[in-house]
Nanobody, 122 residues
């Protein structure tokens, strides 16, 4: 079964850092773009960042630009989200997703992980 599995979430103080990981099973999604999205309670799922399958192109939401960085290790088939200077408003469930070509829209992603909770304490 093809899977995307997120890890690295947890409780962090405001101003701190956290690194999320998204591993794909086997060679699945190795030539797919990946994205990170988040969903806070009572809010719609929103785009955070995305990266092309080569890692050569990235896009980042304005709300996290300068604080969050997306990267990927092609050999490990893993995508990371480095979260620095976190704020209380970053609290959400973070999801990893895959699609053929890089993009921002939720609807454009075909495959999703189960999510990992990030809670920022102020």
């Amino acid at each position: 079964q093809v899977q995307l599995v997120e890890s690295g979430g947890g409780l962090v103080q405001a101003g701190g850092s956290l690194r999320l990981s998204c591993v794909a099973s086997g060679s699945a999604f190795s030539n797919y773009a990946r994205g990170w999205f988040r969903q806070a309670p009572g809010k719609e799922r929103e785009f955070v960042a995305a990266i092309s399958w080569t890692g050569g192109t990235t896009v980042t939401a304005d709300s996290v630009k300068g604080r969050f960085t997306i990267s990927r290790d092609v050999a490990k088939n893993t995508v990371y989200l480095q979260m620095n200077s976190v704020k209380a408003e970053d609290t959400a469930v973070y999801y990893c997703a895959a699609r053929k070509f890089i993009g921002r829209g939720v609807d454009g992603y075909d495959y999703w992980g189960q999510g990992t909770q990030v809670t920022v304490s102020s």
